[in-house]
Nanobody, 114 residues
Framework: QVQLVESGGGLVQAGGSLRLSCAAS????????MGWYRQAPGKQRELVAD???????NYADSALGRFTISRDNAKNTAYLQMNSLKPEDTAVYYC????????WGQGTQVTVSS
């Protein structure tokens, strides 16, 4: 079993920055992809960014140029640096990781005020 704990969400003004962290613990042998989804009220969950164990990254169009995903494999932790935040980035952000199964974090709220 793998547990994911997210941190770093909060309230920020438009144009500001936040850094989300996702720490994995438990029965970790090897994590493959890690990433972030988000879900805004009344909308479907959408992919924000993901990263392979080798460091290859993938971003949603809305995140390109503003967000950067990274990971520290030694710490089993992924990070999402979010810059130039916009009110439309307001959502609950969920971390996930793939190993034998897909594991999800509990979510962290990001609120961007205009």
């Amino acid at each position: 079993q793998v547990q994911l704990v997210e941190s770093g969400g909060g309230l920020v003004q438009a144009g500001g920055s936040l850094r989300l962290s996702c720490a994995a613990s438990g029965s970790i042998f090897s994590l493959n992809d890690m990433g972030w989804y988000r879900q805004a009220p009344g909308k479907q969950r959408e992919l924000v960014a993901d990263i392979t164990s080798g460091g290859l990254t993938n971003y949603a169009d809305s995140a390109l140029g503003r967000f950067t995903i990274s990971r520290d494999n030694a710490k089993n932790t992924a990070y999402l640096q979010m810059n130039s935040l916009k009110p439309e980035d307001t959502a609950v952000y969920y971390c996930y990781a793939t190993a034998r199964f897909v594991y999800w974090g509990q979510g962290t709220q990001v609120t961007v005020s205009s």
